[in-house]
């Protein structure tokens, strides 16, 4: 927080200088930045909430196709991806939206394409919450499920869990050790920065910040230039050559960062 103001603020934040970075994943909401290390020094991926996208997972494999990924998401799947994609072309149909319509159509292919994605990986129809339950899986016992009987294995986190993060981040922050790194999308940042603040300050003993992006589907927190979400790439501390150095880049990146909702300008983001 920043204390002359009381305001929201990412100075804390300020990403470090990785020159390794590459852009995964399609152009709009699902695409991430992050050091190419990330991949190669991983042994499997841990993508936590996938709804009907899997680009990124499909663009981190081309780069390390030995890469094991688990996916996990208790509200999707074939049939309810069919569902939402009939609802919305519905809905515009109605409104007479006819090259709206088209461009929804055009998911009446996901269900086919994710039973082919997920026959080659694994897919858990669960929810990830800070505590086990019927439905529910914990950061740790998806960790350890995906390491196996090799709890050195390095693992890659992806988390973009709708709000549920931060109670998940407060019940595994004994979990760092081993984990390569997390590309974690922040929700709600109005009315959650204590959390999101107290999260990123035990994530910072451990990770060094890579990339910071803000997502222009919901504007910033009002008063401020901070995004109300936020998607972060964290690198673990043992991966690094000594400290890097801040970033002293603008952000969003050129050629890298891309606009969430492609109509409308990317966020920029200050670090003063």
Not at 20 to 35: A, E, K, M
Not at 200 to 225: I, K, Q, W, Y
Request: a positive charge; hydrophobic letters at 40%.
């Amino acid at each position: 927080m920043n204390t002359s103001t009381g305001k929201p603020s990412l100075r804390a934040f300020r990403p470090r200088q990785f020159p390794d970075r590459v852009r995964l994943g399609r152009d709009t909401d699902g695409g991430y930045v992050l050091p190419r290390r990330l991949a190669t020094s991983s042994a499997a991926l841990l993508s936590l909430g996938v709804e009907a996208d899997w680009s990124f997972e499909e663009a981190l494999l081309a780069v390390a196709p030995a890469l094991e990924v688990t996916c996990v998401d208790g509200t999707t799947g074939p049939e309810i991806i069919r569902a939402r994609v009939l609802k919305n072309l519905g809905r515009v149909l109605l409104q007479l939206r006819l090259l709206r319509a088209l461009e929804i159509a055009r998911g009446l292919g996901k269900p086919a394409a994710f039973r082919r994605f997920f026959a080659r990986h694994t897919f858990l129809k669960l929810m990830v919450a800070a505590h086990p339950g019927p439905g529910l899986a914990t950061l740790e016992e998806l960790l350890t499920r995906v390491r196996g009987a090799d709890p050195a294995r390095w693992v890659l986190v992806k988390m973009d869990i709708e709000g549920s993060e931060y109670a998940v981040l407060a019940a595994s922050r004994t979990l760092w050790s081993r984990v390569a790194g997390l590309v974690i999308e922040f929700h709600e940042l109005d009315r959650r920065w204590p959390e999101f603040e107290a999260e990123m300050t035990e994530l910072l003993r451990h990770f060094h910040v890579a990339h910071v992006h803000g997502n222009n589907n919901d504007g910033c927190v009002p008063g401020t230039s901070v995004p109300l979400t936020l998607e972060i790439t964290l690198v673990n501390k043992a991966l690094c050559d000594g400290e890097p150095a801040p970033s002293t880049e603008r952000y969003p990146l050129v050629g890298l960062d891309r606009p969430c909702k492609p109509r409308h300008p990317d966020l920029p983001l200050s670090f003063e």
